[in-house]
Structure formats: C-alpha cells, structure tokens
T-cell receptor, first 111, second 114 residues
Framework: SQKIEQNSEALNIQEGKTATLTCNYTNYSPAYLQWYRQDPGRGPVFLLLIRENEKEKRKERLKVTFDTTLKQSLFHITASQPADSATYLCALAGGYQKVTFGIGTKLQVIP | NAGVTQTPKFQVLKTGQSMTLQCAQDMNHEYMSWYRQDPGMGLRLIHYSVGAGITDQGEVPNGYNVSRSTTEDFPLRLLSAAPSQTSVYFC?????????????FGSGTRLTVV
C-alpha cells in the first residue's frame, strides 16, 4: 500500500541553523509534492509545491528537493527562527484530486 | 477576509446524534474537500467535490454525507455520531481539482463524541 513517512519525532535546532525535514514515500509515483505548515489549533498552510520533473524549488528561506529515484523530498529552512517552530506536513499528489498527507514533523527552533 | 470559514470551532455530541459541519469559501474555488486529522494518522480524506452538484467519496467516507449546491458551500453531515468520529475536521479548497495548486484550509472543527 502507499505509504508516506515523515520523522514522527520532533526536530530541535538552534536559531540561525538550517533545519532539514525528510519525507519518504513508497509504492507511489507522485506527480507533485507539496509542503504545508501547521501551527497548534490551526489548519495547514500551503508553502511550496514541486513537480516530479523539478529537482529543486526555492521560496525565500525555504528550499525543497524532490528525488524520484530515492523516493524522497527534503525540506530546508535556512537561517531558522523561533517563529518557524511548527509542524510541517508533506503531501503527495499522484493524479486527479488524490492528495495524500504525511503525519508531519514537529520543528522546534531554540533561541 | 478571503479564505475558508468553518463553523462551529468546537462541538460535543452524544452517540447517535446528528449534526452538520459548515464550510464556506469566498475564493470561487471549484474544488472542496473534507479531511479528518487524528493523532498519528495524518489527514485523511472523507469526501470531496470538483464543483457544484458533484461529490465523491474519499478514503474514509462511512458515517458522513456531503452535498454541494453552490460553489461557496460544502457542508459535512454526520448521520449518527459515534465515538470513533471524535476528531478534528478540516475543510480545504483549491482553484481547480488538479494537484498543481495548493490547498487552502479552514481553521478546523474539533468534535468530541461521548
């Protein structure tokens, strides 16, 4: 069955460092991969989308890579700030409306 | 403010009761969907709609009904609430059904069934 794996354990990093979150998937051939941010008690907020034929996408301090051979996406936040603390969800989209979400990784940026 | 509005924010139901979770968006999005989020399970798709008058089932549709009479509204009905439906429910919308656009989510409804 299709499976998305994100580090279920929290990731703690020092302010100013680069945070790297991992999204692995199996039994899936997604055409798109999306990343969302979710704060406690709030709905997810869309951050970035990357297509299967793109290796890397950037938006301000965010960078996403997509390796269809390794079946993995990496999500980087450079110069991290305490305000970046949140849970980050990856979502895979194979076809029409079929978006599947991972359980998310909680990031804590320590001042 | 443009976006997805969900009501109520919190609800407690007794087993067997029915209720409707409301979702409205003012972005003229064609695609709308309902997810539930449970600890350790991630977001799971309940029902979705690609336009007014068109709905379909997602991954976990049992116990829920939807309808889409207008582009703006997509209510979710719980027919006979069960404790297993205790969850946080999110409504999401997108410009079109394709996955090339990100979803806009509402702030959620936290439902407890006792």
């Amino acid at each position: 069955s299709q499976k998305i794996e994100q580090n279920s354990e929290a990731l703690n990093i020092q302010e100013g460092k680069t945070a790297t979150l991992t999204c692995n998937y199996t039994n899936y051939s997604p055409a798109y991969l999306q990343w969302y941010r979710q704060d406690p008690g709030r709905g997810p907020v869309f951050l970035l989308l990357i297509r299967e034929n793109e290796k890397e996408k950037r938006k301000e301090r965010l960078k996403v890579t997509f390796d269809t051979t390794l079946k993995q996406s990496l999500f980087h936040i450079t110069a991290s700030q305490p305000a970046d603390s949140a849970t980050y969800l990856c979502a895979l989209a194979g076809g029409y409306q079929k978006v599947t979400f991972g359980i998310g990784t909680k990031l804590q940026v320590i001042p | 403010n443009a976006g997805v509005t969900q009501t109520p924010k919190f609800q407690v139901l007794k087993t067997g009761q029915s209720m409707t979770l409301q979702c409205a968006q003012d972005m003229n999005h064609e695609y709308m969907s309902w997810y539930r989020q449970d600890p350790g399970m991630g977001l799971r798709l309940i029902h979705y709609s690609v336009g007014a008058g068109i709905t379909d089932q997602g991954e976990v549709p049992n116990g829920y009904n939807v309808s889409r009479s207008t582009t703006e509204d997509f209510p979710l009905r719980l027919l006979s609430a069960a404790p297993s439906q205790t969850s946080v429910y999110f409504c999401a919308s997108s410009y079109n059904p394709g996955p090339s656009y990100g979803y806009t989510f509402g702030s959620g409804t936290r439902l407890t069934v006792v």
